[in-house]
């Protein structure tokens, strides 16, 4: 199990987080393939506006729900396996962004 202050450094993990924004793109294009609530439409378009930015928070999430993987185990993530989390987490997401966090 990664400690809390190797959960913080992995927020910051650069080639981590290129990984979840491009799974986050994805991810939103999925649910704008689909049918979107409002709510949805307004966190794509905030991922597709600045996807940097919007990953790091996606990054974070899926950080929290793994919290009891390893830094190992983490960093080793295949891209399938980051897609499945990131689209685990797009609808927490896209509540968080409307709630305005």
Excluded: C, H, R, W
């Excluded at 199990?1 to 979840?20: C, F, I, P, R, Y």
């Excluded at 999925?30 to 996807?51: I, R």
């Excluded at 830094?71 to 989390?85: E, G, L, M």
């Amino acid at each position: 199990m990664a400690t809390l202050q190797e959960l913080k450094g992995l927020m910051n993990d650069s080639d981590l987080n290129e990984k979840v924004a491009a799974a986050l793109i994805i991810a939103v294009q999925a649910v704008l393939d689909g049918t979107p609530t409002a709510d949805q439409q307004k966190y794509a378009a905030a991922v597709f506006n600045n996807p940097t930015a919007e990953a790091k928070k996606a990054q974070a999430s899926v950080l929290a729900s793994n919290a009891a993987a390893t830094v190992a185990q983490i960093t080793s993530a295949t891209d399938a396996s980051i897609q499945t989390n990131v689209n685990d987490v797009i609808d927490t997401l896209a509540v968080a962004y409307n709630a305005g966090v």
